[in-house]
């Protein structure tokens, strides 16, 4: 239930991100659409063939693309008439991240996969979307230019684990987790926190 | 059989119009061929690992990868001696484009899903393997930045799909599917029409 | 037995490509083990998924996992003391297509699948790492632009299954296709060797 909730609103902000996005390339309506759905159902798709889960998500169950539908449509009116605030790329990226890379965490886990395969599928699960729609758009994907990306997602999906193996509620874990890699993401961007590059090492 | 026929031309369609942006961007020989297998496999086989529809639909029938070869030579010996006509990559597109979306919502229409998966699915069907081709050729792909393309092939859907319920044959709905997508296509490159931009709305 | 330890190999080439190219266009440490990852399990998952074989190779079996963390890690220490050799790039990649190729190759032949998609499933399960590693590093994947690539490829899983049908011993069949595509790939690179370019056919 709560992953059906985390899901729903999951696709909801990525989709508000592929508008976003999409507006900044002047694409067209459709395009905007598209784009949205792409982000939306990317990782989650993939989650779904990989873990080999038929039907996919969104076949299985059409809300989530009515979801993608108003989210796009409601983001085109907004972006018609006021400009979006300055950082709602980035607050509904990391949103999206987080309530993915949970919820793909959560699934592996109850499949019984070990430690290392909850949390890549995870990462996978959060970032997969979000890549797909800056590649589309011909941007470098954010996993691979901006600060703690796929930090913050195995953060946050390490947190999550690990309170569920000390036996702490599941919507605690879950929250947490979600809370984490929002956290780590937006502190991030606000004050420009990063990892070591890998050039700079030598 | 009507399906097998669409597919069938929709993989030549796609391999020759691979074989143009390979030529385009100074591929050399089996980078062509590789390029156009990509275009015109792409989709089909999203449809099908999606689907769950094993195996797919060029594993099945060794069919499908003869035709992408026989196409694609002679589109690169063609291009060896005459230069291509001048649209012909966007004509290439534009049937590819139309059989695989009709044949990717047909095939979703079997299989008992609702309206909006049927649209969907028959819209990545067609969009896939250009997506691809664009992508791999560094090109932003032309569903996100050319004139009614996701546009086209949602109508055609949605045309291909009333006639069916309104309960005409099957022959007459792809038909029209087929011509419409076509069509809005082809007149759009030729009248340069376009759906409002996204950041033009404010 | 050798099958798996060619997969296991061609995992960690493939990772250790994959930091090289994070440390060229400077992403930060874990970004290196994303792009990593995703390069090492890129070739062998699109196999799988198309094969329909699941559990996929690396959530079936933890160890390739913990065999990419150590090579990228590895890679990461190495290059943070030392320049790494001029051609280990191509080196490294060069290895992780012959190993790929041809275990995607005999995998689609266990299968009983027919020659030509035995040579498309090794040719995809090989390149499809790397691709996924350029397009990810916003760089033309080398399939599209360098000497020789799908060739070795091509070459090597067809002098593989030539030997195979010959009835050579499997361990001989697979040596030599191995070292086909190395030796094609590191003299094409070495000599500047290349096909006829399709726009120079004309």
Do not use: C
């Given at each position: 239930?709560?992953?059906?909730?985390?899901?729903?609103?999951?696709?909801?902000?990525?989709?508000?991100?592929?508008?976003?996005?999409a507006?900044?390339?002047?694409?067209?309506?459709?395009?905007?659409?598209?784009?949205?759905?792409?982000?939306?159902?990317?990782?989650?798709?993939?989650r779904?063939?990989?873990l080999?889960?038929?039907?996919?998500?969104?076949?299985?169950?059409?809300?989530?693309?009515?979801?993608?539908?108003?989210?796009?449509?409601?983001?085109?009116?907004y972006?018609?008439?006021?400009?979006?605030?300055?950082?709602?790329?980035?607050?509904?990226?990391a949103?999206?991240?987080?309530?993915?890379?949970?919820?793909?965490?959560?699934?592996?886990?109850?499949?019984?996969?070990?430690?290392?395969?909850?949390?890549?599928?995870g990462?996978?699960t959060?970032?997969?979307?979000?890549?797909?729609r800056?590649?589309?758009?011909?941007?470098v994907?954010?996993?691979?230019?901006?600060?703690?990306?796929?930090?913050?997602?195995?953060?946050?999906?390490?947190?999550?684990?690990?309170?569920?193996?000390?036996?702490?509620?599941?919507?605690?874990?879950?929250?947490?987790?979600?809370?984490?890699?929002?956290?780590?993401?937006?502190?991030?961007?606000?004050?420009?926190?990063?990892?070591?590059?890998?050039?700079?090492?030598?």
């Open positions: 239930m709560i992953l059906y909730l985390m899901d729903l609103i999951g696709v909801a902000v990525f989709a508000i991100s592929g508008v976003l996005v507006a900044h390339v002047h694409m067209d309506l459709l395009g905007g659409f598209a784009l949205a759905a792409l982000t939306a159902i990317g990782g989650g798709t993939l779904d063939v990989l080999n889960r038929h039907p996919i998500f969104w076949i299985r169950d059409a809300r989530y693309l009515w979801v993608i539908l108003a989210a796009a449509a409601l983001t085109m009116v972006i018609a008439f006021l400009p979006p605030p300055g950082n709602s790329l980035v607050v509904a990226d949103l999206g991240l987080a309530l993915f890379a949970i919820s793909g965490a959560q699934i592996a886990e109850a499949s019984g996969h070990s430690f290392l395969i909850v949390v890549l599928m990462a996978m959060g970032t997969a979307g979000g890549m797909l800056d590649v589309m758009s011909a941007r994907p954010m996993i691979f230019q901006q600060d703690l990306y796929a930090t913050a997602a195995i953060a946050g999906i390490v947190a999550y684990v690990i309170l569920q193996k000390l036996g702490l509620p599941r919507t605690v874990a879950v929250s947490v987790g979600v809370l984490v890699i929002l956290g780590v993401r937006v502190l991030a961007v606000v004050w420009g926190l990063h990892l070591p590059r890998l050039s700079r090492l030598g």
